[in-house]
């Protein structure tokens, strides 16, 4: 019975991996002194992010705005990637920290 649920979560796994990337936002911090000027923390709920790609920042209070991954950190450890079921820090140049919110969504596109 075990090898069935290690299965089953397997291919969730994978089937999330592959669908759109979606991330909720659990915390923000200011940073400085480097390339980018917040990082916003949480878990990516599906999908995969890269270094580079332009993502929406879905914020309930500040309404929708497109963003530049310009850094993904696992615990302080720079990445070029991450998937579906990560904890992650993304990030972004040009975004006051007030503008992000715990509980704020991260989307593939600002579309629809």
């Known amino acids: 019975m075990k090898y ?3 299965l089953v979560a397997l291919v969730a796994t994978t089937s999330l991996a592959d669908d759109e990337f ?3 936002v ?3 911090f200011k940073i400085s002194g480097g390339d980018v000027d917040v990082v916003i923390t949480g878990r990516v709920e599906s999908g ?3 270094v580079g790609d332009t993502v929406c ?3 309930e209070k500040n309404g929708d705005r ?3 991954v310009g850094a993904i950190e696992f615990f302080r450890k720079l990445a070029t990637s991450a998937n579906a079921g990560d904890m992650i820090g993304i990030g972004v140049s040009g975004l006051e920290k007030d503008v992000v919110s715990k509980g704020d969504t991260v989307s593939a596109s600002c579309d629809g």
């Open 4 to 6: 069935l649920t290690l």
């Open 22 to 24: 979606s991330f909720t």
């Open 26 to 28: 659990m915390d923000v």
């Open 48 to 50: 995969t992010i890269e």
């Open 57 to 59: 920042l879905h914020s």
């Open 66 to 68: 497109e963003l530049t």
